[in-house]
């Protein structure tokens, strides 16, 4: 539980905040109606979550009324913690903006504020004591939920990067103990070293002899990724697996030969049909085509 | 510590349980040179499973296990590198050059079955 009251040091701690946060959540409770239907007007007023509909504002606003008020109220952010959460994981993927949710949440602050203000504006020292209690608990919600809001998008960031890295490297098995890696793109360091964990791991796992490493779809090669893959190729052959390697365009042909890449050690064949072929010859694999039925009669 | 080697059929089987100094090396590599004779064996398998690290010294003692064994007529086949081994070892350049390798001790053993029913040859691959 994290302690949202935040006394000022000039405020004496003798508990009167408490009584004077209780005395404004029962304000702000006895308003609901009206100062939620403001809120939601001034959002709509700024043409904020354009994506949602009016009923969908209103009830998501309704929800956050609420939770804002308990915050306040216990002076514990985690339910409105795991709210703000749960809210940021609905509206991310419907495209709702970062400053869209700081914004709103700075609103509701604003239109709470300025309810304060003509309720306590006739005593100057006493609005003054509810602001002392009443600003740094709305700032600290208005924190949490565009933390919450913030994290939750990176979070969703980092999976798909993953995403995108495993995908840009998928390990296939084709046959009993062959695989195939089609390697797809521009290969710098750090995928190459991704594509050979994955690649080692995928060997263990099928248990594969031969491998077909196919990179017709690979535009360019320096001399650190051709090195690197003659190092994958050597250490799947210390997992027991014979590398195939398929597709070497001219000019990526033409390029390891000038810098000198070792080739002895790697066994080339043109496109990924031929390698197939000869990784089915290696496992003992014969493709025949199946009889046409209409030649045998009996 | 000794490393137990097992004999079974042809082979002989040698299975690493732990991490090994270059003593207890040393000794595995002339236990099994002699030992391919005197049981005339056909094939060798060590399993380094248990190893999750390969300095230089190992790899060059395991190298020359497999091509002395060959010279008294059995072929060597290193099984179990694990895959981070693997790539760490080639990283370093201990490729062992001239040395079978397979998957595991069953793949091991499928290997030496090809390799010695190819006949005397076999060895050139």
């Known amino acids: ?298 | 510590m000794p490393v137990p080697i097992l004999k079974q059929r042809d082979y002989l089987i040698a299975s690493i349980q732990a991490a090994l100094n270059d003593e207890d090396l040393k000794r595995l590599r002339e236990a099994l040179v002699a030992q391919v004779g005197e049981f005339r064996s056909r094939g060798v398998i060590v399993d380094i499973t248990a190893l999750d690290v390969m300095d230089s010294f190992a790899a060059r003692t395991l190298r020359d296990l497999a091509h002395m064994t060959r010279l008294r007529g059995a072929e060597t086949v290193i099984v179990g590198i694990q895959p981070e081994v693997a790539f760490a070892m080639v990283q370093l350049g201990l490729t062992l050059e001239g040395v079978a390798a397979a998957l595991d001790l069953e793949e091991g053993l499928s290997y030496l079955d090809r390799k010695t029913r190819q006949g005397v040859r076999g060895v050139s691959r």
């Open chain 1, 1 to 298: 539980m994290v302690e949202l009251r935040v006394r000022p040091s000039h405020y004496n701690s003798d508990g009167s905040t408490d009584i004077v946060l209780r005395e404004l959540v029962a304000h702000l409770r006895e308003n609901r109606s009206h100062l939620r239907q403001e809120w939601a007007r001034r959002i709509t007023e700024t043409k904020w979550l354009t994506v949602m509909t009016p009923d969908e504002v209103f009830a998501e606003a309704t929800a956050v009324y609420d939770n804002y008020l308990e915050a306040l109220e216990t002076g514990s952010i985690e339910a409105l913690e795991t709210y703000a959460r749960s809210l940021s994981e609905r509206i991310i993927p419907r495209g709702v903006e970062t400053q869209e949710v700081v914004g709103i949440v700075l609103l509701l602050r604003d239109v709470l504020a300025r309810s304060l203000f003509s309720k306590y504006r006739a005593d100057f020292t006493e609005l003054n004591r509810v602001l002392d209690a009443y600003e740094p608990a709305a700032n600290r919600i208005a924190n949490t939920v565009a933390v919450g809001f913030v994290q939750e998008r990176e979070r969703i960031i980092r999976q798909q990067q993953e995403a995108i890295r495993e995908l840009s490297t998928p390990v296939l098995p084709v046959r009993g103990r062959l695989l195939i890696l089609p390697m797809i793109g521009i290969i710098d360091p750090q995928r190459a070293r991704q594509l050979t964990e994955q690649l080692l791991r995928g060997i263990r796992v099928n248990r594969a002899r031969v491998v077909v490493i196919d990179i017709t779809g690979v535009p360019a090669m320096d001399a650190s990724v051709a090195n690197h893959l003659v190092q994958t190729v050597e250490a799947s052959r210390l997992l027991g697996a014979t590398v195939i390697v398929t597709g070497l365009s001219a000019e990526i042909a033409q390029t390891l030969v000038n810098i000198g890449v070792d080739l002895g050690k790697m066994n080339t064949v043109g496109d990924l049909q031929g390698g197939i072929e000869e990784a089915e010859r290696l496992l003992g694999y014969k493709v025949l085509p199946i009889l046409e039925p209409s030649g045998n009669g009996g």
